[in-house]
């Protein structure tokens, strides 16, 4: 059962602590003093053992043991060290402990040796180490999502799930669940959450590509509409100067996690995915990036605004996605397209008379 107070803990990042490795070795010795023989090895996980990015303070442990039903009946010893025993807490084959309730110092995240939980913490720890671009960009999504999150660590957790899938994937280590999952259309209520995320997003971008010149960029789509159900996703939009100028943001948005289409037919606009599966769980983010002069900008920041403004127009547009959605729930294209046609005829009926592709 997962600690209901879990969900109120604040969200407290501080910048990269030199005492951290030596935290992590003190601590280690008295584990191991408890699991004896039992203990195969010991790895520093985490953020915490990321030189030079930002974390919470917390080390991170993982010991590997060779049987780990002989860990439960150590409850005790762990208990004097001041650890909290907090058995499975949702991961199958785990034992979870931490140091302490009040402030947390210390987790301690235990497996028995074959486990596929290893290698997916140690691996993503050493990708981190030796791809300084990765590992920035993560410390900037922490920070940001922070920001907007530091009184909601579920949807802070949430919030960087899709950069570590990403990563658990090119190491090899994405979760049977993550390799099996379906890309459908899922429509769910309005989330306030989706504000904020895209803000966080947004900050993020500006500081991974060290402020690469752009004419706007913009929540778009759905979720930029308040009390609009929608697909969970955040929708971003960047106007650029020239499609040319715009093959700078590719390698800075990869190291966030997104993954860039490169075969797409429309060479007018460049597209981005997070959390797409295998990649991810689920997506999470799209980038759009399309010359600031394309119609295709003003088009679709104009469409959001009649439906921020419009409750009829809204409600009518929640239907059809909702009805399209069911339709068409495994066929993106299809979706997309019918939706289009709807689009154009509010667009029209609302003043705009430009040509529409």
């Not at 900037?140 to 920001?147: E, F, M, R, S």
């Not at 997070?274 to 469409?303: C, D, W, Y």
């Amino acid at each position: 059962m997962i600690d209901p107070n879990e969900k109120l803990r604040r969200v407290e990042l501080v910048e990269y602590d030199a005492e951290w490795p030596l935290l992590y070795v003190e601590a280690v010795d008295k584990i191991k003093s408890i699991l004896g023989e039992n203990c195969n090895e010991i790895h520093h996980i985490g953020s915490t053992a990321i030189p030079n990015i930002c974390a919470k303070p917390i080390i991170d442990i993982l010991p590997v043991v060779n049987d780990i039903k002989k860990v439960d009946s150590l409850n005790h010893q762990f208990e004097v060290l001041g650890y909290v025993c907090m058995g499975e807490y949702g991961i199958p084959g785990r034992r979870f402990y931490w140091k302490s309730k009040e402030k947390r110092t210390h987790h301690i995240h235990l497996f028995e040796k074959g486990s596929s939980e290893i290698s997916r913490h140690v691996e993503f720890k050493n990708f981190m180490i030796s791809h300084s671009d990765y590992a920035k960009s993560y410390s900037l999504i922490k920070q940001h999502l922070a920001k907007v999150f530091f009184d909601d660590i579920e949807n802070y957790v949430d919030g960087k799930a899709s950069f570590v899938q990403y990563i658990d994937y090119k190491t090899s280590n994405a979760r049977p669940s993550q390799l099996q999952a379906h890309d459908d259309i899922v429509i769910q209520p309005y989330h306030p959450a989706w504000k904020k995320l895209a803000e966080a997003e947004i900050n993020t971008i500006h500081a991974v590509t060290n402020q690469l010149p752009c004419v706007l960029m913009e929540h778009f789509g759905s979720t930029a509409v308040p009390m609009l159900a929608s697909k969970p996703i955040i929708d971003i939009l960047i106007g650029v100067q020239s499609i040319e100028e715009a093959n700078r943001w590719i390698e800075p948005l990869k190291s966030m996690g997104y993954v860039f289409w490169d075969e797409n037919p429309d060479q007018s606009h460049l597209r981005f995915f997070k959390g797409m599966p295998p990649f991810g769980m689920r997506r999470t983010h799209h980038i759009h990036i399309i010359e600031a002069s394309n119609p295709v900008v003003e088009q679709r920041i104009l469409l959001r605004d009649i439906l921020r403004q419009n409750e009829k127009v809204r409600h009518e547009y929640e239907t059809l996605k909702l009805k399209l959605a069911k339709s068409f729930q495994s066929d993106r294209e299809k979706y997309t397209e019918q939706k289009g046609k709807w689009i154009k005829n509010i667009l029209r009926a609302h003043g705009y008379s430009k040509p529409m592709l």
